[in-house]
């Protein structure tokens, strides 16, 4: 019963800083043989989906089924939550941050995926600090050690996250030994970026509680006083007694270890053959990794550099794999330099050419270091910023003339500024087209109102002729009414003429009236003078 027979206080902070919601997100397992502990940070920006939440319930329920302190087990673990994180991304894609401990009460196994930390304090210093998975710290694993990496522009540029959609590599730590009195704190980077690790070791003296060492923390932390404070979670561990290893039982699990090698000796053959395949991987990997930096390169060189900087990403991470340091390196500060240069095309289209002109400059000074990759594309961008700033002014009075509704001075400027950037190659071009667009589409509304006027006004005043019986002139204004309506596609107008149009002709030139017809005498029946004959007066009435 390793826990009963050793003392690990745990006590927590998480906060939602300045924010309504708190993305991060912590919780923890004390069995009897192994604790684990677990904070994630997301990342995302789904307000229904706590990613941070999902992440640890995955550990912690994998963590409950088999209890381990195998390295295996841990990255099946952070593996699972990786596949809960996946399958939930539904409406955007859930991304997270952690850090865990596992613990058997003597020893612990960090691991981490993203910039989310352990610092491993003892007798009162820093002892071990995990390492982030960001582009800052792989920059500084380069020449430039100058730059502090807790406040690195790059420090949340994580290369290695919960929900990275391929390459998901966490790294868990080899098993770190403890003593009593050591105390470990795991945290987000809302507290890491404000608190120093100085700062974290002179916290630590007086205390004697987990609870009273977030308690200084976070008052250091709100110290600062900053007008935005992110989210941020502390964990205090303080191991005031670890437990203690049966030394027999080491002994002989070191001969077991013995015996386990000579076995493999004795099956050395299989051993070569792995060898041999891994040597085919290794490569095969060697091979993609310098397929992705070719690539890059030529993307770089046709100005795409959205393209370059996945490639040499994915070049980097294959260097990674086989263990390439020069490759790695290489790579790494190429994806920087192309990062620089996107950012700086960035600003300059916002109009914020000092930033632009910073990044520009870094990318320079840092692209001399390696061939000079890309310092003639940077030059020449430093070289056109007058130009930039030209075409900056001109778009603004273009806007000023089109706010103004004078569309077609607008159009001019635009068409000017449009051309001078094609020149430069400026990268804001395609918004400058966009503009004259709309100048054109205004205008065009323009013409097409003046010229439905001038039809409504020839047709009342073919009414009024109408109306004054002067057909013939009537049909005139009818007719070029209508012509105008056709050019403008208003149909209903053009058949609502039409009508006026037949009404009028059919006014002027009325068609003929039918003559009444005539019926032919006939002669008279018989009974017609059968009636005649009775009433003629006869001879006798007449006597």
């Known amino acids: 019963m390793r826990k009963d027979n050793s003392e690990f206080k745990t006590s927590f902070l998480s906060e939602a800083g300045s924010f309504i919601q708190n993305k991060d997100y912590f919780a923890y397992m004390e069995l009897d043989d192994v604790a684990c502990w677990v904070v994630v940070k997301g990342l995302d920006s789904d307000r229904e989906v706590n ?11 994998k963590f ?11 990255k099946k673990y952070i593996n699972n939550a990786q ?4 399958a939930q991304s539904i409406r955007v894609r859930l991304k997270a941050s952690i850090v865990m401990v596992v613990s058997d009460y003597s020893k612990i196994i960090c691991a981490v995926a993203g910039n989310s930390r352990l610092y491993h304090f003892r007798n009162g210093r820093l002892f071990y600090q995990s390492n982030d998975q960001s582009l800052a710290r792989e920059l500084l694993n380069g020449p430039d050690y100058s730059l502090g990496i807790d406040h690195h522009e790059e420090r949340n540029n994580l290369l290695n996250y919960l929900g990275k ?11 770190i030994k403890l003593m009593d009195g050591d105390a470990l704190l795991l945290c987000t980077s ?16 007086g205390v004697t509680e987990p609870g009273q060492y977030t308690d200084v923390l976070e008052e250091v932390l709100l110290s600062r006083q900053k007008k935005i404070i992110q989210n941020y979670t502390m964990v205090a561990i303080f191991a005031n007694k670890v437990y203690l290893e049966n030394k027999k039982k080491t002994m002989k699990t070191i001969k077991l270890i013995i015996i386990s090698l000579f076995l493999l ?8 053959f792995y060898k041999v395949k891994e040597a085919k991987k290794a490569a095969e990997i060697t091979a993609e990794m310098l397929e992705h930096e070719k690539t890059g390169n030529l993307y770089f060189d046709d100005g795409n550099y959205d393209g370059a900087l996945k490639e040499f990403s994915e070049g980097r991470n294959a260097a990674k794999k086989v263990k390439n340091p020069i490759h790695r390196s290489l790579l790494a500060k190429k994806l920087r330099i192309t990062q620089l240069i996107i950012g700086g095309d960035s600003e300059a289209q916002e109009g914020n050419l000092t930033e632009a002109i910073t990044m520009y400059e870094k990318a320079l ?47 001019t400027i635009y068409e000017k500024a449009r051309k001078q950037a094609l020149d430069i190659s400026y990268g ?58 056709q050019e403008t596609d208003l149909l209903a107008k053009v058949l609502s003429v039409e009508r006026k149009i037949m009404n009028a002709k059919e006014k002027l030139n009325p068609p003929p009236v039918p003559a009444p017809q005539v019926v032919p005498n006939e002669p008279p029946s018989e009974l017609y003078n059968e009636l005649i004959e009775e009433n003629q007066p006869s001879d006798v009435d007449g006597m």
């Not at 409950?64 to 841990?74: D, G, H, T, V, Y």
């Not at 000796?265 to 070569?272: D, E, K, M, P, R």
């Open 428 to 485: 804001g071009e395609s918004d400058i087209k966009v503009k004259i667009d709309e100048a054109k589409e205004k205008i065009a509304e323009l013409k097409r109102a003046q010229q439905e006027l001038k039809a409504e006004v020839l047709e009342k005043s073919g009414d009024r002729s109408y109306d004054g019986q002067d057909f013939t002139k009537a049909i005139e204004s009818y007719t070029l009414a209508q012509e105008i309506f």
């Open 190 to 205: 809302g507290l890491w970026e404000e608190v120093s690790e100085l700062e974290m070791a002179d916290a630590l003296e």
């Open 83 to 86: 596949e809960v994180l996946q």
């Open 165 to 175: 959609p391929n390459a998901f590599q966490p790294f868990v730590s080899k098993k």
């Open 64 to 74: 409950m089924e088999k209890p381990s302190m195998s390295r295996s087990r841990i």
């Open 365 to 411: 000074k840092e692209g001399k270091q390696i061939q000079n990759f890309g310092t003639e594309e940077v030059e020449l961008r430093i070289t056109n910023m007058d130009a930039v700033v030209q075409i900056l002014d001109a778009v603004k009075a273009g806007d000023f003339r089109f706010e103004a509704e004078d569309y077609s001075g607008a159009l």
């Open 265 to 272: 000796l004795l099956v050395g053959g299989g051993t070569i």
């Open 51 to 61: 990613s941070a939440e999902l992440a640890v319930k995955a550990i912690l329920e």
